[in-house]
């Protein structure tokens, strides 16, 4: 059974700093390409970041130059440090992998449950 399991969310000030891990198993993920989704109360679930096997990482404009993804192909395991985080970034955050390129969530073939990350100001 193919999963990913994300860790890492909870609530931080305005400011602050989290990680995330999301761990796969079941597979390897090493030529697929990887990354972060979220999805905020109301709002559709939106491409935070993602980063494929031999391209660079790629991210929205929201979080550029605050958020950093990396991977651990390794340990099947992809990671998204973030920093100065906004209220606005509140929302639920989704590892997702696909094996094409665009990242887009309509092509993932897998994706994580989900893990909340609550910023307050």
């Known amino acids: 059974q193919v999963q990913l399991v994300e860790s890492g969310g909870g609530l931080v000030q305005a400011g602050g700093s989290l990680r995330l891990s999301c761990a796969g198993s079941g597979r390897t993920f090493s030529n697929y390409g990887m990354g972060w989704f979220r999805q905020a109360p109301g709002k559709e679930r939106e491409f935070v970041a993602s980063i494929l096997w031999v391209n660079g990482p790629v991210y929205a404009d929201s979080v550029k130059g605050r958020f950093t993804i990396s991977r651990d192909n390794a340990k099947n395991t992809v990671y998204l440090q973030m920093t100065s985080l906004k209220s606005e970034d509140t929302a639920v955050y989704y590892c997702?992998?696909?094996?094409?390129?665009?990242?887009?969530?309509?092509?993932?073939?897998?994706w994580g449950q989900g893990t909340q990350v609550t910023v307050s100001s």
């Open positions: 997702a992998a696909s094996p094409t390129w665009p990242f887009e969530a309509s092509k993932v073939a897998y």
